[in-house]
């Protein structure tokens, strides 16, 4: 039984969960989802994760309707196949992924997972952070996947395509990253769909007199994306030899592109501040891969609300297997692999 008010009491819960019942074929019921959101319960976004983590592992799922409070999943086996999944709103669809990649990946056929729903939403993760932040940590531990981003979506009008490969099992690695190594680069990109070039230029400005990066320094581009709907984001990335942070920035109706900036320097400053390879957001979405894979261990710039939560969340399935300790360098994680679990 999972309290859903767990930690930051947030629909990540909700996603782990499902990720680790279908890996463990453990089942678990769920209470007061979403319970620190101002509108609780499962939103279309969510009620997508559950139907398609049952429709993956032909579970049952009672309590699966719009605004529930409640869940019950009972998960049969994982079946490897070619799935496509429509949030029917600008819903995440990074968000989708993070439920069903994890017991996908364990399998030994592969798997595609075409998600229909928003691409560049406020709090989540972009195609980009997946792409290049994400999958390239996931590959180090033996979890190999692609994202290809068809079309773009945006809130509200949604409507954003992505079709993730997902390899057959290969064996897992444990982790170790505690270093980020030799810088390789920065970028910026403005995505326009039916928005003013100026909006791009200006963001890009902004961009780049935020976090004091030169036109010689660091490259720019402002691509017009196709969409079914307006929209716009800003997006800010560094790499490193063995790690990077991408941080964006969400354009809204009467949101001044200097504002929409403004938020993808404020992410990637903090990452700059620190010397910790892995960010803040990365951390919470590697705890539940590692545990399930090899484990590992790793420095994080910080401990949010967000990881305590995946902590608690882990704990109430395997123990104490996500250990943060304060160091110097911000947070180091240790986390224990249960393969085969
Ligand atoms: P709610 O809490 O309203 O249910 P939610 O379902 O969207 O919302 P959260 O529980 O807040 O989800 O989880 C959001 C997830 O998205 C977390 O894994 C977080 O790390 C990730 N995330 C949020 N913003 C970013 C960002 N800018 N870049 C990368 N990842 C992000």
Redesign the pocket.
């Known amino acids: 039984v999972i309290d859903g008010a767990l930690g930051?009491?947030?629909?990540?819960?909700?996603?782990s969960a499902l990720a680790l019942s279908m890996a463990t074929g453990r089942g678990f019921e769920m209470t007061a989802i979403?319970a620190?959101?101002?509108?609780p319960g499962l939103?279309r976004?969510?009620l997508t994760c559950v139907r398609a983590a049952a429709a993956v592992c032909g579970a049952t799922a009672l309590g699966a309707a719009l605004g529930s409070t409640t869940l019950t999943f009972s998960p049969g086996p994982v079946m490897a196949g070619a799935y496509r999944f429509d949030i029917g709103s600008a819903?995440?669809t990074?968000?989708v992924l993070?439920a069903l990649l994890p017991a996908l990946a364990r399998l030994e056929a592969p798997s595609t997972i075409t998600l229909i729903g928003g691409t560049h939403?406020?709090?989540?993760?972009?195609a980009e952070?997946i792409t290049d932040?994400?999958l390239p940590v996931l590959a180090r531990i033996g979890l190999r996947a692609t994202l290809r981003l068809v079309r773009h979506g945006f809130v509200p009008a949604g409507g954003g395509e992505i079709v993730v490969e997902i390899a057959a099992a290969a064996p897992w690695q444990r982790l170790v990253l505690h270093e980020r190594g030799a810088r390789r680069g920065a970028s910026v990109r403005a995505l326009l769909a039916g928005v003013p070039y100026d909006v791009g230029q200006r963001e890009v400005a902004a961009v780049r007199a935020g976090l004091g990066w030169s036109e010689a320094d660091v490259p720019a581009q402002i691509a017009q994306v196709e969409s079914i709907g307006p929209g716009n984001a800003v997006l800010a990335s560094v790499t490193y030899e063995h790690a990077g942070e991408?941080?964006?920035g969400i354009g809204e109706r009467g949101r001044p592109a200097e504002q929409v900036a403004a938020e993808a320097v404020r992410?990637l400053r903090d990452y700059l501040r620190c010397t910790a390879p892995v960010?803040?957001?990365?951390?919470?979405?590697l705890l539940v891969p590692l545990a399930l894979a090899a484990g590992g261990e790793f420095t994080t710039t910080t401990w949010?609300p967000?990881a305590e939560?995946q902590r608690l969340l882990l704990g109430l399935f395997f123990g104490d297997v996500a250990r943060p300790t304060r160091t110097e360098a911000g947070w180091r994680v240790e986390v224990d692999g249960v393969a085969g679990a």
């Open positions: 930051h009491g947030g629909g990540q819960l909700l996603r979403r620190a959101r101002k509108k939103m976004q969510h819903g995440g990074m968000l993070q939403n406020p709090l989540a993760p972009p952070f932040v994400l991408l941080t964006c992410g960010g803040e957001h990365l951390c919470d979405q949010s967000h939560a």
